[in-house]
């Protein structure tokens, strides 16, 4: 499965992404001038990237009265990205 990226979104999974899923951010690769990085991906890691993001959404990503905050709508395109 291929996934592009925005660099927001690659800068972000590279901040809090697991340790041992690094490796597949880090070989992602650069394409045209708006800085889209494109990951190439099994769809076992998918799967683990995005219960991941659901993870970490359900303890940071919500406000008291359960909107969404900015990290959380980030969360939410790696969830949608990820979903095969």
Same mark, same amino acid.
């Given at each position: 499965?291929?996934?592009?990226?925005?660099?927001?979104?690659?800068?972000?999974?590279?901040?809090?992404?697991?340790?041992?899923?690094?490796?597949?951010?880090?070989?992602?690769?650069?394409? /045209?001038?708006?800085?889209?990085?494109? *990951?190439?991906? =099994?769809?076992?890691?998918?799967? %683990?990237?995005? #219960?991941?993001?659901?993870?970490?959404?359900?303890?940071? /990503?919500?406000?008291?009265?359960?909107? *969404?905050?900015? =990290?959380?709508?980030?969360?939410? %395109?790696?969830? #949608?990205?990820?979903?095969?």
């Amino acid at each position: 499965m291929r996934i592009s990226l925005s660099e927001t979104q690659h800068k972000y999974l590279l901040a809090y992404i697991p340790e041992h899923l690094k490796h597949l951010i880090n070989k992602s690769h650069e394409t /045209g001038a708006n800085t889209v990085f494109d *990951l190439d991906v =099994e769809n076992d890691v998918a799967d %683990e990237i995005r #219960d991941w993001a659901l993870e970490r959404q359900n303890k940071v /990503g919500f406000e008291i009265n359960y909107q *969404l905050t900015s =990290e959380g709508q980030l969360l939410q %395109e790696f969830i #949608d990205l990820f979903f095969q």
